[in-house]
């Protein structure tokens, strides 16, 4: 299969996996490690990129509501973590809140890119470094 149809559909997938809408990002990667093994550092360079840039949509979309206070527990989680606490934007279910509240409360914006951009690369190149290890990528 063509390199550049397998990295873009792992983008896509990315991207959308980083909002509400189903993707699977971890399922694609895997996919298309299996299917290139070869092809391990674009893919986790697009997985990342594509993931996060899903993710600072959020964020952005976050920043077009007008901002209200936060209940009180979630308020007092991000006033002791701050943006670091986007570092777990790539959780399920939590990871699609937080750069929406982010953007509620007006981080900053390259604080927001830096620290989802380090959890998405990290937990992909957790998943690329288990491929490789099981022998999937090679």
């Known amino acids: 299969m063509d390199s550049v149809l397998l990295l873009a559909g792992l983008a896509a997938s990315a991207f959308l996996s980083a909002t509400v809408?189903?993707?699977n990002s971890e399922l694609a990667l895997g996919g298309v490690l299996l299917a290139a093994p070869r092809?391990?550092?674009p893919a986790l360079?697009?997985?990342t990129a594509a993931n996060s840039v899903g993710?600072?949509?959020?964020v952005w979309l976050g920043r077009r509501v007008p901002p209200k206070p936060l209940p009180?527990?979630?308020a007092a989680w991000f006033a002791r973590f701050g943006p670091?606490?986007?570092l777990l934007s790539w959780l399920p279910v939590l990871g699609d809140a937080l750069p929406l509240a982010a953007g509620w409360l007006r981080l900053?914006?390259?604080?927001c890119v830096c620290?989802?951009?380090?959890?998405?690369?990290a937990r992909y190149a957790v998943l690329v470094a288990g491929m490789l290890w099981l022998g999937h990528g090679h």
């Open 115 to 121: 620290w989802i951009t380090l959890g998405k690369f």
């Open 108 to 111: 900053p914006w390259a604080a």
């Open 21 to 23: 809408l189903p993707g």
């Open 45 to 47: 360079l697009v997985a």
């Open 55 to 58: 993710s600072l949509t959020s």
């Open 72 to 74: 009180p527990r979630a």
């Open 84 to 86: 670091a606490a986007l």
């Open 39 to 41: 092809l391990w550092l």
